[in-house]
């Protein structure tokens, strides 16, 4: 099925994008990229190291992944706003995961910041992918912003916790005009489904798939659990119901009551 | 004069400039995939050859890494 994800005019035919945080190697983040079938792939911005052993570029680039360079790390406005101007130059593209922190343990948006620097490299030509937390009030004026997609927090990052408040993030995708991305917190094959049947237009995890025990089998499974969702998301699920319906009708039903005692009793 | 490229203190000449500064990180100033923050500005690709540094600059020398 033709179902393309498009941000900012570009489309994808996959849903899934990856992080690439958490990797054991190069060759495990390879090959876990492979099998997710992620089309865009977010990658920090650190001091190079010269004795660095085979660049995440040159992966990114054999699997034919888009690059979206994000700010982790940033807990200003300012050093995010630097940091996206950086990765500007450095990767010849104008598209930012934009990440404010406000808290290293518990890895937060500082919303304030957040709307401080999305707003800067808006009107600088940035193509905004905001990492946001699941508040609709934030998400709108995000997009309000002109910020290309909004991706909502399921959980905290690298918790593993999944999609604590999926009515938030309800309210959030009625009112959405952008891409909505579920970011963070994904545990397992069934939170990314769980993302998607909500009508997230997109999944973006890594540690989920870089630190399982088999990364590309996990990889795999995503690929897999983002498209079923999406497909039962567009299917339409049934509602909840306290007692059963029955699917086989009543209609028709054979009588098939034991015969009545004959009189003589035989 | 002492400059601190990725945060190491480097004696280079007076009048050095910002492709110096990358040669000590390990880089051509043809270098790709990087970029280069001067006391936290970014500094353009063909401005680096022609950007001189002054005492104690601060020369970040950035690339990709895994993350997010």
């Known amino acids: ?266 | 004069m002492t400059v601190l490229v990725n945060g190491v203190p480097t004696e280079l000449d007076p009048g050095a400039t910002v492709a110096a500064a990358l040669g000590v990180a390990g880089h051509t100033p043809t270098a790709t995939g990087i970029a280069v923050a001067l006391n936290g500005e970014v500094v353009p690709k063909g401005a680096w050859t022609t950007t001189t540094l002054g005492e104690q600059d601060r020369v970040e020398v950035l690339g990709a890494a895994q993350g997010g």
């Open chain 1, 1 to 266: 099925m033709d179902d393309p994800l498009t941000i900012a005019g570009q489309a994808f035919s996959s849903r899934l994008i990856m992080g690439t945080g958490g990797a054991s190697s190069m060759e495990a983040l390879e090959r876990a990229l492979v099998a997710s079938g992620a089309e865009l792939a977010t990658v920090a911005l650190r001091r190079t190291s010269p004795d660095a052993r085979g660049s995440v570029l040159d992966v990114l680039r054999r699997v034919g992944c888009k690059l979206l360079p994000n700010t982790a790390g940033c807990f200003t406005a300012r050093d995010a706003v630097r940091t996206a101007r950086l990765a500007r130059e450095a990767f010849e593209t104008d598209w930012i995961k934009l990440e404010v922190i406000g808290d290293d343990r518990i890895l937060l948006p500082d919303g304030a910041g957040l709307l401080d620097a999305a707003e800067t490299l808006v009107d600088d030509g940035f193509t905004v992918l905001a990492y946001s937390n699941d508040d609709p009030i934030l998400a709108r004026q995000l997009q309000g912003l002109g910020c290309a997609a909004v991706m909502p927090l399921g959980s905290p990052i690298g918790s593993g916790m999944g999609i604590r408040n999926p009515y938030n993030l309800r309210i959030i995708l009625e009112h959405a005009t952008v891409p909505i991305v579920l970011d963070a917190g994904i545990g397992t094959a069934s939170d990314a489904a769980v993302a998607m049947e909500l009508g997230c237009d997109a999944v973006l995890l890594a540690s989920a798939v870089t630190r399982a025990r088999e990364p590309a089998l996990m990889a795999e499974a995503m690929r897999k659990a983002v498209e079923a969702g999406r497909l039962a998301h567009l299917a339409g699920r049934i509602p909840r119901r306290l007692y059963a319906e029955a699917s086989s009708s009543f209609e028709g039903l054979a009588d098939l009551s034991a015969p009545l005692p004959e009189p003589d009793g035989r």
